[in-house]
């Protein structure tokens, strides 16, 4: 009885310390404007999309400039990490020194800027990321330029971000991975279930090509050499689902 109880204790912390949640890829205001934010035991990751000319705001914890506690902020400045001055005040950038984010990916296609960032999920004076299916409220905006400043008004609001879990129990095509992204045109596609097309459309919805996966595997290398650069949209499929992946050629 005591062995049955402690391998349930250990199956249960295991699935804690290696389970992984996701908002989602969420589409924000305006085109080409998402925002995804991922947490496992340790660290957060933000995938932020928005105009190559304008700063790119995300505040945590809040539903107005008042009540978030943190902000992410990728503008013209080295700085990343900022903390909420007031409705109408313009947020303040943390001290050099407890910066916490971490700019991984920083990248430009056509007009449209890809940014991943990540940090731990717990980092003092900043918002507390839990790695649970808690909602993350948010508020988010985009400046007319790249100089921080007031946000443009059509391309600002606020959003309860819901998590979905991404553990070892998800053996769906939604917890399917793309690396490396942005790529020349080959890259690799790592699913926990079996894969047997890929069908590749451009930004706009117009169909480009298809990739039969003949042996249902659940690790494929592509090769789209010859594709413009640019942003495009992968319907991955099986027999019981589908899912949808971004990859950004360059």
């Not at 205001?29 to 957060?44: Q, Y």
């Not at 933000?46 to 992410?72: E, K, Q, R």
């Not at 449209?112 to 649970?132: E, K, M």
Request: glycine residues 10%; charged residues 15%.
């Amino acid at each position: 009885m005591k062995r049955k109880l402690l391998t349930s204790i250990f199956i249960c912390i295991g699935t804690f310390s290696f389970a992984q949640f996701t908002t989602g890829t969420v589409d924000l205001i305006g085109a080409n404007r998402t925002l995804k934010i991922d947490t496992d035991a340790t660290t957060v990751t933000l995938t932020l999309t928005g105009p190559s000319t304008a700063w790119l705001g995300v505040g945590f914890g809040g539903t107005s400039m008042s009540s978030v506690s943190d902000m992410f902020i990728w503008n013209g400045t080295a700085n990343r990490d900022y903390t909420a001055s007031g409705s109408r005040s313009q947020p303040s950038a943390d001290a050099a020194a407890s910066q916490s984010w971490t700019i991984v990916s920083d990248v430009v296609v056509g007009s449209t800027r890809t940014v991943i960032a990540t940090r731990a999920l717990v980092s003092a004076g900043d918002y507390t990321f839990l790695n649970n299916s808690s909602t993350i409220p948010v508020i988010f905006a985009e400046g007319a330029s790249t100089s921080l400043g007031s946000g443009s008004h059509n391309t600002r609001g606020s959003r309860g971000l819901t998590r979905t879990t991404l553990g070892l129990e998800n053996f769906s095509l939604q917890a399917a991975s793309v690396f490396p992204n942005p790529s020349n045109g080959s890259f690799k596609i790592k699913t926990k279930t079996g894969l047997n097309k890929i069908n590749i459309f451009s930004q706009i919805g117009a169909f480009v090509r298809t990739i039969e996966v003949t042996d249902n595997s659940d690790n494929v290398e592509v090769q789209v050499e010859g594709l413009q650069t640019g942003v495009y949209l992968m319907e991955l499929t099986n027999k019981s689902e589908k899912s949808w992946k971004k990859v950004i050629v360059n």
